[in-house]
């Protein structure tokens, strides 16, 4: 650390990561700590070692930091594994903004103490905020939605208090309740609309991320959000406002881990002009039925990712109205049966492929053990030119409708059934007629054989088919 005095001339960013094995033994630091006079930085880095590597106490760690003030200058400021259970003293009154008025990005993860930050709601230039993993934090703010306007901050209906702000994530903080601490009164009769709204209005925000936040309520107002990630399920009374005017919202990719979410957080109609959506990891849907409503809406959806949901059964009820879809990812779904639509005791084989044809390009299948046929239907996607199956060990055949996909380029098949490969072999396979006309295909089967000396299980991978030569 003395050594960090003497480097006046410092430039760009600083990374200081604290040993397992330090100590801290007050010396004879100057006035201004460690860094305080490193003008030309731009970002610092903070690294303390994990909780429990380290022997350095809560209260040490605040003196150290208290010597590791940053220069009013720094623009980026990252804390990682602190302990202690406030701020030192330079972020007077608990406010950053007190000697850190030019911060764009702030990012604070695993502190472990913390049950709410300093105050961020005087950092108007703040473009980035990263709140990760931790684990007792309640609010961001640590005071009431009135006693701020009563103070007189945001109480201009002309400015949010978050102007500048692009990127936003809350990750991981178990029992965040809000952003505010009444805001489980989402809306106060008390507060004037306009102020009320300004308080959670983020008008530059054009990412959003809010990862296993269970508890978290509020409403947050984002009319330019292009990105919005959601990992979990959220308090019952959030709410993400966005402009719902038909043509008028910017949001571009969604993802989510359940499915719900996207029902419930915002209006379906925010969803008119998204472009990619990835649902992965719900445990509770069984059918696209229930997110049905959010496809009606999504007519400019181009690339649709569905994985890992455990009790998916059908991709029917929802598809059929992605008529702009041009990729669909179908990963990971252990109990998914059917590509068709079911109805009360019929399946229709047709759907929802009938209503996909004019601009769908690209379908992928993989880890989808219990699929047994693809459907008649796919002779519609007259437009398909890439077909991958990977692992799809219950398919025994492909359709002879497949003969009719004549924009089919690519064809690929890799750690399929046995029998799948068999009638797929070039020339001599049962299904090779119906898939011939295809540019490139590339099958892979899986095989083990055991070594001459060590008698060891190796498995081997001969591609049968590659580019139409046979290995």
């Not at 640590?142 to 945001?154: A, F």
């Not at 959003?208 to 978290?216: D, I, K, S, Y």
């Not at 019952?236 to 949001?251: A, D, T």
């Amino acid at each position: 650390m003395e050594e960090l005095k003497a480097l006046s001339n410092l430039k760009g960013s600083l990374d200081i990561k604290i040993g397992e094995n330090a100590q801290y033994a007050k010396e004879n630091v100057k006035e201004d700590g460690y860094i305080r006079n490193k003008g030309h930085l731009n970002c610092v880095a903070i690294w303390f070692p994990m909780v429990g590597l380290h022997e350095m106490g809560a209260d040490e760690q605040r003196l150290l930091l208290e010597d590791l003030q940053p220069h009013c200058n720094v623009r980026e400021l990252r804390l990682v594994n602190y302990g202690g259970m406030r701020m030192p003293s330079w972020a007077k009154e608990d406010d950053l903004s007190t000697f850190l008025p030019n911060l764009v990005k702030l990012q604070l993860c695993r502190c472990p103490g913390w049950q709410h930050l300093p105050s961020l709601r005087n950092l108007h230039n703040l473009k980035s905020l990263e709140v990760r993993s931790l684990r007792d934090l309640e609010y961001i703010e640590n005071i009431s939605r009135r006693g701020i306007i009563g103070n007189g901050v945001g109480a201009s209906e002309s400015r949010a208090l978050f102007p500048f702000l692009q990127q936003l994530t809350l990750f991981d903080l178990d029992k965040l309740k809000g952003w505010w601490r009444d805001d489980d009164d989402v809306v106060d009769c008390d507060i004037n609309p306009g102020q009320q709204h300004l308080l959670t209005s983020f008008p530059s925000l054009s990412k959003l991320t809010l990862v296993r936040c269970p508890n978290f309520t509020c409403v947050i107002t984002c009319p330019n959000v292009e990105v919005l990630g959601f990992d979990g399920k959220l308090g019952e009374k959030s709410r993400i406002m966005i402009p719902v005017e038909s043509g008028n919202s910017k949001l571009r990719i969604v993802e989510s881990t359940h499915a719900g979410t996207l029902k419930s957080v915002w209006p379906t109609e925010a969803f008119q002009c998204v472009q990619e959506m990835k649902i992965w990891g719900d445990d509770e849907m069984e059918s696209l039925s229930e997110v049905e409503e959010v496809f009606r809406s999504s007519f400019s959806l181009r690339d649709l990712s569905i994985g890992s949901w455990k009790k998916l059964k059908t991709v029917g009820g929802g598809l059929e109205h992605l008529t702009a879809l041009e990729t669909l990812y179908l990963h990971d779904l252990p109990n998914l049966m059917s590509l068709s639509k079911a109805g009360e005791g019929e399946v229709d084989d047709e759907m929802p492929w009938r209503c996909l044809h004019q601009r769908f390009r690209s379908l992928i299948l993989e880890d989808l053990p219990k699929l047994v046929n693809l459907p008649k239907g796919m002779r519609y996607l007259r437009a398909l030119q890439s077909l991958t199956i990977w692992r799809c060990t219950a398919l025994e055949s492909l359709p002879e409708s497949m003969r009719e996909l004549t924009s089919l380029k690519s064809l690929t098949i890799e750690y399929c059934s046995d029998g799948l490969m068999e009638r797929c072999r070039k020339n001599t396979g049962e299904d090779w007629p119906n898939i011939q006309h295809i540019g490139h295909i590339r099958i892979i089967e899986k095989r083990w054989i055991f070594t001459d000396n060590s008698r060891t299980a190796v498995q081997l991978y001969p591609v049968l088919c590659d580019g139409q030569i046979t290995v």
